[in-house]
């Protein structure tokens, strides 16, 4: 007599979900190496300049440098990654990226670098940031399907935000210990490493863009989108003031006050990571929950970057400026997600990066401005009442954006876009963030 047939046995769970394939885990990965790196480098930046004789105003000089090319370039490439394969725009960015910081730790690690350089080689860097942001987030977008795109937005933006964590303790330690070059350099072999991770993204499975009237008529279509949302609009105006204020607190006003009365770099550091573990708390807590009304709970959470400002204006001890650097960034997180969602539900995928293009153009519109004109508010005004101005101009334009009916009544649908039968097998195909897609 035979012995009986084995039961078959039951499929090990893959370490990953159903909906997490191929290029969720390559754009994922890379986002993480990179702002490891990204984080660091911001703060190095800064004290690098003042490490060679720059002021306050200089400081403002290279974040102004930094964020002037988004305002240039954001909305070509955001045409350009609607019409060439998505990938290729990150992995051409990500070269860019890596070259111009490579350079800039040269410059420092030599010894005396001059202002001038420095502003270069930081807007070659946000030039890259401006192409490469449209893409990966009109990737990111159409890389999940609607049913999950939620707790995928929410995996994603953890998983980047626990790197910042890491990113800026370790480059303040790296700073206060061997220099912001060594920083510099670290940041440029993290793009290179990103860069070789997304050539392996698959895309195969996207049918061609059907061929339109040119670069000018896609930014049209584009724009089409934006204005005849009002939800879309006015939240972009909103952040076109919040991350202006937030952005000159956070890279001028930040490193300043921490070496005058936190005791140096590392502290600053410190409560950027605090930033940080509140951004994971904040995609934690969206893990699980899914308000209906996705705006206005959204909206609601942005009156906590007002925060951050504030405590820097008193200022508070390092241990009481690190509570308000979680709360801020967990609720700006609960933002993030809602926000995500809401672009995933309502615009078309054909139209991803372009729509990003003028959301990211409009929220970083005014940021090089506020960073220039940070020193100088100083001067005229007084550092602590030039920071009580950004919390109140995080609030004021948060206020204004609740009397948009759309934005307090637009609600979750059920099921939104789905991927295509073929991504959603393994291994995904796919075709390739508000604010943050990991660059």
Request: aromatic share 8%; hydrophobic share 55%.
């Amino acid at each position: 007599m035979s012995s009986p047939r084995p039961a078959p046995r039951t499929p090990v769970n893959r370490r990953r979900p159903e909906w997490a394939g191929r290029n969720y885990s390559l754009l994922t990965g890379a986002a993480i190496i990179t702002n490891l790196g990204s984080h660091g480098a911001h703060i190095a930046a800064a004290f690098a300049v003042m490490e060679s004789g720059g002021s306050v105003g200089d400081v403002g000089l290279i974040a102004a440098a930094r964020t002037l090319p988004l305002v240039l370039f954001l909305l070509i490439g955001g045409a350009i990654a609607d019409r060439l394969p998505r990938h290729r725009v990150m992995v051409a960015a990500n070269v860019l990226n890596c070259l111009s910081q490579a350079a800039f730790a040269v410059l420092v690690l030599a010894g005396e670098p001059q202002l001038w350089q420095m502003m270069l080689l930081t807007a070659l860097c946000g030039t890259g940031t401006a192409f490469f942001n449209p893409a990966a987030e009109g990737m990111l977008l159409s890389t999940v399907s609607g049913e999950h795109s939620n707790r995928a937005f929410a995996l994603f933006r953890m998983a980047i935000n626990g790197a910042g964590i890491g990113g800026a303790a370790l480059g303040g330690a790296m700073i206060a210990a061997v220099g912001p070059g060594w920083v510099l350099a670290a940041d440029a072999a993290a793009f290179a490493v990103a860069g070789a991770l997304r050539t392996f993204l698959d895309v195969g499975h996207v049918p061609d863009r059907a061929p339109g009237g040119g670069l000018l008529s896609d930014l049209r279509e584009g724009w089409v989108e934006v204005r005849t949302r009002p939800w879309l609009w006015s939240i972009v105006l909103q952040f076109s003031v919040v991350v202006a204020v937030v952005g000159a607190a956070d890279a001028v006003y930040g490193p300043l006050v921490a070496r005058d009365q936190l005791g140096g770099p590392a502290p600053w550091g410190v409560a950027l990571a605090f930033f940080g573990v509140g951004t994971i708390a904040g995609a934690v807590l969206m893990m699980a929950w899914k308000p209906r009304r996705l705006l206005l709970v959204g909206t609601l959470c942005v009156f906590p970057l007002a925060l951050p400002s504030a405590g820097l204006a008193v200022p508070l001890p390092v241990w009481g400026l690190c509570v308000v650097m979680f709360v801020s960034g967990a609720a700006i997180e609960v933002f993030g997600v809602n926000w995500m969602t809401a672009m995933h539900q309502e615009i078309p995928e054909e139209k991803f990066s372009r729509v990003t293009a003028y959301d990211w153009f409009g929220s970083v519109s005014m940021l090089p401005l506020a960073t220039a004109l940070a020193g100088p508010a100083e001067s005229a005004f007084g550092r602590t009442q030039s920071l009580w101005g950004c919390a109140v101009l995080v609030v004021v334009p948060t206020a204004l954006v609740l009397l948009v009916p759309d934005v307090r009544r637009m609600t979750r649908r059920a099921h939104t876009k789905t991927i295509a039968p073929a991504a959603a097998a393994e291994p995904t195909r796919v075709a390739a963030p508000a604010d943050a897609v990991g660059n």
